[in-house]
């Protein structure tokens, strides 16, 4: 029989997550991918409390902020373009006023520290070896918010710092929740900006420092999330039209190993439950009046009362209103 693809064998881990675990997502692009799909399946979850952080030092910073919040000041920001901006922050916290963008800062911080205080799961999510430098300051940064590039030096971390600052995070981590489990990956996301040969040179440090820090915590676990997409799946129709991001399905794809590897049979027999009620969240009738979606929208409602029932912990009111908004229109 002929093979036309590399299959990557289902990983195995000492553990199994439920709906009792709480996450607390760092990293790229990627991670969000996984973040919004916990969230939707309505896991306990929050994500990138500084933003999207591609490299080590910023998956480093932002996970220090959530374990450790920090006081910003004005002082921390500047003003470029008529916008004020934090080095440590994304542009989604960029304002056209201070105190508007502290307040963003500190709403997300808390709720970053709130889930930290009870996080069982940690999810991190390496793109880049490589960091900006601002020049004037002489520090990394997490953004450049397009500043000139001239006022910046870029540089690929090598793999001693990359292990040691991700390391003392981890390790200040697990000093306060020595149970903590890390699901560590690379993301699949192809930085061609940098370059494809430089691009494979940064997501090769990053593999080879991820394995390291599996060496060193038995906490520690790695995710193939780069390889699935890379080996696996090895198809450009799996990527986006920029040929950098994976599409939906490949994320979907990649998804579906994460639940058959961390879940246990009852947790993905509920995932399920949700999902069933999510597609039917996205069902966009032609004529909305008739008898037939009437009903389907009742048949709905009860779904939720079951689920209501069986899974009480859950909070069901934002779809039970959608629900009942398309009965009164």
Known sequence: ?????????????????SYADHFLGIGSCFVEQIGQRLTARKFSSFYNPLGIAFNPYSVALSLARAS??????????????????????????????????????????KAAHAQFQKASVLVLTLGTANVWEHLAEKRSVSNCHKLPRASFQQRRMDLPEIVEILGTSLETCFAVHPGLKVILTVSPVRYLREGIVENAR?????????????????????????????DDLRDYRFYAEDLAH????????????????????????????????????????????????????????????????????????????????????
Not at 255 to 265: E, H, S
Not at 304 to 322: G, H, V
Request: glycine residues 2%.
């Open 68 to 109: 450790q919040p920090k006081n910003y000041q004005v002082a921390d920001l500047f003003e470029y373009q008529g916008l004020w901006h934090s080095f440590d922050h994304h542009g989604s916290f960029s304002t056209p006023a201070p105190a508007q963008a502290l307040a963003g800062i500190d709403l997300a911080q």
């Open 1 to 17: 029989m002929e093979h036309f693809r590399s299959v990557l064998p289902p990983p195995l881990y000492p553990f199994h997550l």
């Open 246 to 329: 994976p599409n939906p399905q490949a994320t979907d794809y990649i998804w579906g190993y994460f639940k058959n590897a961390f879940f246990d049979a009852a947790t993905q027999t509920q995932i399920q439950e949700l999902e069933k009620l999510n597609q039917a969240l996205q069902h966009r009738p032609l004529h909305p009046d008739t008898v037939t979606h009437q009903t389907f929208l009742h048949q709905q409602l009860e779904y939720i009362t079951r689920l209501e029932n069986k899974y009480p912990t859950l909070d069901f009111s934002a779809e039970k209103s959608i629900f009942h908004q398309q009965l009164k229109a």
């Open 202 to 230: 940064s997501k090769a440090t990053l593999l080879l420092a991820t394995e390291q820090l599996c060496h060193t915590f038995s906490q520690v676990h790695y995710f193939p999330a780069y390889e699935l997409l890379m």
